[in-house]
C-alpha cells in the first residue's frame, strides 16, 4: 500500500484579494509542503508581498480559504520591521538569553556574527541605521526554529558575503521557504521552485531562476506566443546564462536541447568591438586616469599609491565591505575629491551621469509622460537603437497604459527608481556610476536595464551587492578591502569569497590597468618559516586534490548528459539532481582542502 502523501503546511483554494479597482491576485489555488524552497518573481506592484503576508495571516483574502497545518511554526520577516525602539540590539533578538548562553552555541553565534558583527549589541534599537534594523529583524527569526520561513526582501541592506551565508544557511536549515527577493543569484542558490506573480495569477516552475528562464521561454515557445521586445529579452538572458560562469552551468538544466536549439542563433549579450568602436568616438582615448594616489581621512588610509586608468568602454564592477572606501575611490576618480598627493586626469568629452542609492524629490503633481517630455520628448541613448520619442522610452522603461497618465506621487518605490534612472540616461551622460542600482528593482526591470547596457557604448561602473548583476553587466571586476589598495580579482565574486572564507587577504594582481606602488618591508623575526618537507607534502596534497577535481568534473559532465537524455523523465531528473548536489558538496569540500594545502605549499 502506498504512502499517503504528507498534507502542506499552507494551502491557498481560490483566493482573490485586491485593493480599490485592481485586483492583485484572482482565483489563486496552490500550496507549499515540507522541505520545498520557493521563490517568488513578478513585477513590483502585482501582489508578490501581499502574497506572503496572506500566507502569514497579515493580510485576509477578499474570497478563497486559507489553511495552515495543525501547530505549525511559522516565522515571518515582512519589509517593516516590529522591533522595539527602547530594546537594546541583544535584548530585541534574543529575549532574555544571557550572552554566555547564545556565545556558547555555535548557531546563534554564527547568526550574530554575520550579521550583526559591525553593530554594538548594547545599543539601542531606535538608535540603529534603517539596515542595521533589518539586519537585527532577520537575525531574531533565524534564531527561531520554524517549519516555514516566509522572508520578503531579506537580502536589502546585505553585503556579497552575509548574501552567500544567507543562502548557505537557509539550504542547511529542515524548514520550507517562501521568499521574494530580486536578487537572481540567491533564487538560484536556495529555490528548488520559482512562482511568478503575474496578471492576478501565480505560475508555478520547476528549478530556481535559471530554470525559470528557459522554462519561460520554452512555454512562450510551444505555445506560439511571439511577445516581441520581452522574448528577446528572455532569449538573450538565457544564452547568458548558458555562457556564464561553471556556478552556474552546475545548476540542473531542464530540456537541454530545446534550450540549444532556442539560443543557437542569439548573439553575444554585447559585441564588445563594435561598443569599444562607438565609445573611443564618444569619449576619445582617456577617460579616468590615477597615478600614485594617496588619500588620509585623519589616521585611516583610504588610498594608498594607486594607480589605476579606466578607458572607453571599459565595465567594471566594484567589490568590498561597506566602509572599505568605494564611494571615496569613485569621488577621487571622478574629481569630487581631491587626493593628498598623486594626479588624477579626466578626458575632456567625458559626462558623468550617477545613479545614487537616494530617491531625487520630484514635483508629485506631475505625469509621469509630462514629467519625462518636459525633459526630452526624443533621444539617442543606445548603439543601433536609433531615436527614440518619450513614449516610447517610458514603455522600455515598464510605463505603458494607465502607468503614462499617474501622477509621480502615486508611484511605487520600485517605480520612482525606475524613473530616476531614465530620467539620468536622458541627459546623455557616457560615464554611468551605478551605486546599489538594483534597490527597488524588480527582476523583470533589471532585466530590461540589462538589455539597455548591453547596446550603451560608454563607460560603466556598478558598485552593487547584486551578485547577479555585477556579473551580467561588467567585465572586470575589482575590489576595496579598507586597506588602501584596489585589486584587481581576475575570477571575480567567486576569487573574493573564496580569499575571504579562507581568511587570505585578496592578493593583488599586476595588470594593465591597476597596480599599486610597491613599498619596502622588513623581514620579520617573527614570520613563519615553512618546513621544506611540510612544503613538499602539501605539494603532493595538491596534486592528489586536483586529479581528484578533474574526476568530479568528469563525472559531472556524465551526469549532464544523462539529464539532456531524460528531459521528460522527471522521476529520474530528481534522481540526477540529487546526485549532482552530492557532487558540488564533494567539490566545496575539495575546494577547500585545496586552499589549505595551497598556503602550506607557498
Known sequence: MAATPAPNLVNLEAVSKGFGTRTLLDGVTLGIGRGERIGVVGRNGDGKSTLLRLLAREETPDSGRITHNRDLRLGFLGQVDSLDPELTVAHAVLGDVETYTWAADPKAREVMEELLGGVDHDALVGTLSGGERRRASLAKLLMTEVDLLILDEPTNHLDIEAVNWLAQHVVDRASALIVVTHDRWFLDAVCNETWEVQGGKVNSYDGGYASYVLAKAERSRNAAVVEGKRQNLVKKELAWLRRGAPARTAKPKFRIEAANALIADEPAPRDKLA?????????????????????????????????????????????????????????????????????????????????????????GSVTVLAHITDIRRVA???????????????????????????????????????????????????????????????????????????????????????????????????????????????????????????????????????????????????????????????????????????????????????????????????????????????????????????????
Request: hydrophobic share 40%.
Open 380 to 602: 539617442a541613448l543606445a548603439a543601433g537603437v536609433g531615436e527614440m520619442n518619450s513614449s516610447q522610452l517610458l514603455e522600455r522603461f515598464g510605463f505603458t497604459g494607465d502607468k503614462l497618465t499617474t501622477r509621480i506621487n502615486d508611484l511605487s518605490g520600485g517605480e520612482r527608481r525606475r524613473l530616476q534612472l531614465l530620467r539620468i540616461l536622458l541627459d546623455e551622460p557616457n560615464v554611468l556610476i551605478l551605486d546599489e542600482p538594483t534597490n527597488d528593482l524588480d527582476v523583470e526591470t533589471l532585466t530590461v536595464l540589462e538589455d539597455f547596457l548591453d547596446n550603451w557604448p560608454g563607460v560603466v561602473v556598478v558598485v552593487t551587492h547584486d551578485r547577479y548583476f555585477l556579473e551580467r553587466v561588467s567585465d572586470m571586476v575589482y575590489t576595496i578591502l579598507g586597506d588602501g589598495n584596489v585589486r584587481h580579482l581576475p575570477r571575480g565574486v567567486d576569487q573574493y569569497l573564496e580569499e575571504l572564507q579562507s581568511g587570505t587577504p585578496v592578493r593583488r594582481v599586476d595588470s594593465p590597468s591597476v597596480a599599486t606602488k610597491p613599498k619596502p618591508s622588513a623581514p620579520s623575526a617573527a614570520a613563519p618559516v615553512v618546513d621544506a618537507a611540510e612544503a613538499r607534502a602539501a605539494k603532493k596534497e595538491l596534486n592528489r586534490i586536483e586529479r581528484q577535481l578533474s574526476k568530479l568534473t568528469f563525472n559531472e559532465a556524465k551526469l549532464h548528459d544523462q539529464l539532456a537524455a531524460n528531459a521528460s523523465n522527471y522521476e529520474r531528473l530528481a534522481e540526477l539532481d540529487t546526485d549532482l548536489r552530492k557532487l558540488a558538496e564533494e567539490r566545496a569540500t575539495l575546494e577547500t582542502a585545496w586552499l589549505e594545502a595551497a598556503e602550506r605549499a607557498e
Open 275 to 363: 561598443l569599444a568602436q562607438l565609445a573611443t568616438s564618444r569619449l576619445g582615448k582617456d577617460v579616468f586616469d590615477a597615478e600614485d594616489v594617496s588619500l588620509k581621512f585623519g589616521d585611516r588610509v583610504m588610498l594608498n599609491h594607486v594607480t589605476f586608468r579606466l578607458g572607453p568602454a571599459d565595465r567594471i564592477g566594484l567589490l568590498g565591505p561597506n566602509g572599505a572606501g568605494k564611494t571615496t575611490f569613485l569621488k577621487v576618480l571622478t574629481g569630487l575629491l581631491p587626493p593628498d598627493s598623486g594626479k588624477v586626469k579626466q578626458g575632456k568629452t567625458v559626462k558623468i551621469a550617477n545613479l545614487s542609492q537616494t530617491l531625487e524629490d520630484l514635483d
